[in-house]
């Protein structure tokens, strides 16, 4: 089984602002190599 993990972190010029993170998701997933599977993603708020 391959796995592969990354952070990443986003600065905001709001307090409460909606960020698209679905290609930066998607990069992490080409550079991962992994062909097949599940992606979890986790987020942190502060």
């Known amino acids: ?3 592969y ?6 600065n905001t010029s709001q307090r ?4 698209n993170i679905t290609p930066d998701v998607d990069e992490c997933l080409r550079e991962s ?9 986790n987020t942190k708020q502060i």
């Open 5 to 10: 993990r990354k952070e990443l972190w986003f």
């Open 16 to 19: 409460v602002e909606f960020i």
């Open 33 to 41: 190599g992994v062909q097949e599977g599940m992606v979890l993603v």
């Open 1 to 3: 089984m391959k796995s």
